[in-house]
């Protein structure tokens, strides 16, 4: 899933430092789409790298990335969760009936 957008990405999508969503056109390559993105960790990564990349939401050349498959699962940066503007309105509405 794409961190601007919310687009499904391609299965078995293999990011290179330059890529972007194919609908977007977002860069793929950040910190927060990728598997060791950990906030409060050292540099905010769970493996040992060793510069901190200070905007986590554009693209980087870190030889670490990895696509995180459960992007769609975690919380942003701020504790929120990822959910589509459609998927929040019904949890909404449900909310409301008997």
């Known amino acids: ?3 601007k957008c919310g687009k499904p990405l391609p299965e078995g999508i293999r990011v290179g430092f330059r890529d972007v969503c194919p609908d977007c056109k977002a860069e793929l390559h950040t910190c927060i789409m990728c598997r060791f993105y950990k906030p409060g960790a050292h540099y905010d990564c769970s493996e040992t790298v060793e510069y901190p990349v200070i905007d986590k ?3 980087n050349f870190c030889e670490w990335f990895s696509i995180d498959v459960n992007f769609a699962q975690k919380p942003d940066k701020h504790g929120a969760s990822k959910t589509s503007p459609e998927t929040a309105k019904a949890a909404f509405d449900k909310l409301f009936t008997l």
């Open 1 to 3: 899933m794409c961190a």
């Open 57 to 59: 939401d554009k693209a």
